[in-house]
């Protein structure tokens, strides 16, 4: 019952706060881009409409987000006025929900290109301009073109087998970009998808694809861990420095989209009066969130991914923890240096950015996959904080706890092992419960290193949906539990120690 | 069974605890080390088991060289029990559990045997009802009882006390002594530093006298109790206060003497009939001695314990004598009312450092 109210209040509040965002009496109206001036606009990070914006209308404010669908969020709640977003993916959009309209004036054209890692992989590079040249001639690039852009929500993803083994290519993509890449019944789909795969196939090699935050594409190619990264990345002047691109294989327009009741024509009596009530809004949420295309599916894998790297990372850091605890503690001045050096640096940067060094610089060149990368980027960070909770308890112990074992005829070792470690469990262990439940919430950041977690499978989930409530309630209680879960499997542990 | 040669101890401070401690301990042996603090009392028994480990000389048990690295020193703490002033049960065990885990872990016993041997020592020491119960939940001197019967449930050849009363209310510090009695009874080896003087007295075979890093005086109970034969031991047995005061020329600070004199006889509660015969004694007294040949030591003894005040000038070396000096006889007068103050006055040549020097002591009569 003590659970159900705790999980029950934080719904309630984020219900009050859904409710959606106020109507203005005075709504302003936009017609042009220059409307916008001194307004907020929502653009991705890293994005082009974002350089753009910077670069031609300086006068707008710029809110930036990880993902399209965080657009449309933030825009459908108010958060910002207009967004700037490629056309395709806004397409995409209006065939799901009419809150937003784009503006007749374009923001730019610019083409779209399949990228590769700066000098290296030439050939393949020139096999893929070959294969593009190819399916446009012999017109399978305009069904392509059709079935993703014009009829993704209808469309199915075409069988192209694929060979099972052989040296892989590498892709890495984004799969909160729809309709150029998604993730439909568990599976990515879309038009740069179904590219990439028949490139494959031409070439009869192997495919690995990489799912992992738009922000992380181009570092991935620049650290050498991936051969092609794809997502309807825009060929631009700047990134060219970094990386190469295919001739573009699609030409995209951005454009700046506004909501509707700001758009020029619009009447309050329009749609949008009737009102749902707010069971049956629950529950259609939950049918477009859950039930359609399985995600349940997709949920569970993240939340087993979440369980194996938060289980994973806090024995391995319990363990490492231990170590050098006993370094810090040992007399010998160069193990406790290099113990104390390694707390302080793993105290003093940011969990995120030693995960991001750690995929992109120390594990860059190796076959590790990313949940182990994660595993041990959490157990190394973990072990910092564990360390030094256990030094404190083992020193909270009486020295005579210890003289007394002693003179009763225990080895130092043994004394530790039978009076001075029991003693200091007991000590630790409500401080261990807190900092394991904050390593669970922490490994929320692995989607920066293509790991489908809780959180990344919410993020996709609202890219497809465009529902913020659900996804992240939902995501929120299943953390929750999680976290619970942990707690309470130490708690067991503590009674069966004493 | 414990035999110790110059043992010394320096921390690593610079401090030099033990200087060159020697002392023989003998099966059945009951030994109580009394002393001054600081004298390294404690110290000198946490190196019999190593919880201090010695800076030189050597400790044999029983044959075996405890300072040799061929030394199972863990064996050698199994025979030779040690009781903490601060009792140092295992807080996260019960009272059973702490008696239990030592024979269960170390001696190979297996549960049902150590929980009867723990039973049969929880009711030696009374307290059989507390065996499941948590330390916290015991007084100082439960505790205590515990930590003995835990000492005894190894079996051990000999028990190390220190200071197993210190940390107690005085109500519970009989109970404690009235078990190391008993364990004295059955002839069990002991070694025990304690501020207990008449439980010292009562219980030991031999006393060792602790003073400067070294075993000073060692004797009986009643050599040591009744008969010190040292300077220090007396001061510390007959728990003498003393003042002292150098003169270095005839115009000495006779105020300031003074002032000294009183603020001592205040500290020690004497009464005013009584420092008014201390302040004329050591008047007529310094009137009757040569002053200006050199530093004069005056001292001021009040023994707490018998109750006697003396007065001692240590003179300046090259005085032979003051009292039967023929050339210049004491003053008449002053000796007279010092002979009237005093019960007993005495002069006696010491051998010190710096060469021979004559000592001259005054006892007060004692006011009834």
Not at chain 1, 258 to 277: K, L, P
Not at chain 1, 389 to 417: C, N, Y
Not at chain 1, 482 to 492: E, I, P, T
Not at chain 2, 167 to 195: F, N, Y
């Amino acid at each position: 019952m003590k659970f159900l109210a705790k999980a029950l209040f934080p719904l309630l509040l984020i219900f009050l706060a859904a409710c959606g965002p106020k109507q203005d009496a005075d709504t302003p109206v936009y017609r042009e881009i220059a409307d916008l001036y001194g307004k907020k606009v929502a653009a991705t990070t890293g994005s082009s409409q974002e350089s753009q914006l910077a670069t031609r209308h300086p006068q707008i404010e710029i809110l930036r987000f990880d993902t399209d669908a965080d657009l449309l969020n933030a825009l459908l709640a108010g958060k910002c006025d207009a967004m700037a977003v490629d056309q395709h993916i806004f397409k995409y959009f209006s065939q799901i929900t009419e809150g937003a309209v784009e503006l007749e004036e374009p923001l730019f054209s610019v083409g779209i290109g399949f990228c590769f890692g700066k000098g290296d992989n030439v050939e393949l590079r020139e096999q893929f301009n070959a294969f593009l040249r190819q399916i446009k001639a012999d017109g399978t690039y305009d069904q392509i073109v059709d079935r993703w852009i014009n009829n993704a929500h209808t469309s199915k993803m075409p069988d192209i087998p694929l060979p099972e083994d052989g040296e892989p290519i590498r892709m890495a993509t984004n799969s909160t970009a729809p309709p150029l890449v998604f993730m439909k019944d568990g599976e990515l789909v879309g038009f740069d998808i179904e590219i990439a795969k028949r490139f494959a196939a031409s070439i009869g090699r192997r495919v690995v694809l990489s799912d992992m935050n738009f922000t992380a594409l181009i570092p991935s190619l620049v650290s050498r861990t991936q051969d092609i990264a794809f997502c309807g990345i825009n060929i631009t002047e700047e990134r060219k420095k970094s990386i190469d691109f295919s001739d573009p294989y699609f030409n995209c327009n951005s454009i700046v989209a506004v909501r509707m009741e700001n758009s020029e024509g619009y009447t309050a009596d329009g749609a949008n009066v009737q009102q749902e009530s707010l069971a049956s809004r629950i529950a259609t949420s939950f049918r477009r969130n859950i039930l359609e295309e399985k995600r349940y599916l997709l949920i569970v894998d993240g939340l087993k991914i979440t369980f194996i790297i938060s289980l994973l990372s806090c024995l391995l850091g319990t363990l490492l923890g231990a170590l050098v605890c006993w370094m810090r503690m040992s007399r010998n001045k160069l193990l406790c240096g290099f113990s104390n050096f390694y707390i302080s640096i793993m105290r003093g940067m940011p969990v995120l950015v030693l995960l991001m060094i750690m995929f992109y610089v120390v594990f860059a060149g190796t076959s590790l996959n990313s949940v182990t990368v994660a595993v041990i980027t959490f157990g190394m960070n973990f072990a910092a904080y564990v360390c030094e909770m256990f030094r404190s308890a083992i020193e909270s112990v009486d020295k005579g706890q210890t003289e007394a074992g002693v003179a009763l005829g225990f080895t130092p070792f043994k004394t530790f092992i039978y009076i001075v470690l029991p003693q200091a469990f007991k000590q630790v262990l409500p401080v261990f419960k807190g900092e394991t439940i904050s390593l669970v919430k922490t490994t929320s950041i692995v989607g920066f290193i293509a790991v489908q977690d809780l959180t990344k499978v919410g993020d996709i989930i609202r890219s497809r949906t465009f529902d913020a409530f659900f996804p992240l309630v939902m995501v929120a209680v299943l953390y929750f539990i999680v976290s619970w879960l942990f707690a309470a499997a130490l708690d067991y542990i503590g009674k069966k120690a004493s | 069974m414990i035999e110790v040669s110059h043992l010394k101890k320096t921390y690593s401070n610079g401090l030099e605890v033990l200087k060159d401690v020697n002392a023989v301990i003998g099966k059945g042996e009951v030994i109580s080390i009394i002393g001054p603090s600081g004298t390294g009392k404690s110290t000198f028994l946490r190196c019999l088991n190593l919880l201090e480990t010695p800076s030189g000389g050597s400790i044999v048990v029983n044959g075996e060289d405890l300072l040799s690295p061929k030394t199972d020193i863990s064996a050698v703490r199994c025979k030779m029990g040690m009781v903490f002033q601060s009792f140092n049960l295992f807080n996260h065990l019960s009272i059973m559990e702490n008696l239990c885990i030592g024979p269960m872990k170390l001696l190979g016993k297996s549960r049902e045997s150590a929980q009867a041997r723990a039973m049969e020592l929880l009711s030696m020491v009374g307290l059989a009802e507390k065996a499941n119960a948590m330390p916290s939940q015991l007084s100082g001197g439960q505790k205590q009882r515990v930590a003995i019967a835990r000492c005894l449930s190894m079996d051990p050849e000999i028990i190390l006390f220190d200071e197993p009363t210190s940390a107690l209310d005085p109500t519970m510090v009989s109970e404690v002594l009235g078990v190391i009695r008993t364990l004295a009874k059955q002839g069990m080896t002991m070694v025990i530093v304690t501020h207990e003087m008449r439980f010292a007295r009562d219980v030991s075979t031999r006393i060792f006298y602790m003073d400067q890093g070294v075993v000073y005086e060692e004797g009986t109970p009643e050599q040591i109790f009744e008969n010190p034969q040292k300077e220090r031991t007396r001061i510390f047995i007959n728990r003498i206060r003393d003042y002292n005061y150098q003169i270095h020329s005839a115009n000495y600070d006779l105020y300031q003497l003074q002032g000294g004199i009183t603020q001592f006889c205040n500290k020690y509660f004497l009464p005013q009939p009584v420092q008014f015969n201390i302040q004329l004694l050591t008047e007529e007294a310094l009137q009757i001695v040569p002053l200006g040949k050199g530093t004069t030591d005056l001292a001021l003894r009040y023994s707490e314990k018998t109750g006697l005040i003396a007065l001692e000038l240590l003179m300046p070396a090259g005085i032979a004598s003051v009292l039967h000096n023929p050339t210049t006889p004491p003053d008449g007068l002053s000796m007279s009312i010092i002979e009237g103050l005093c019960s007993k006055i005495e002069e006696t040549a010491e051998n010190l450092p710096e060469g021979e020097r004559l000592r001259l002591r005054f006892e007060i009569k004692q006011i009834s």
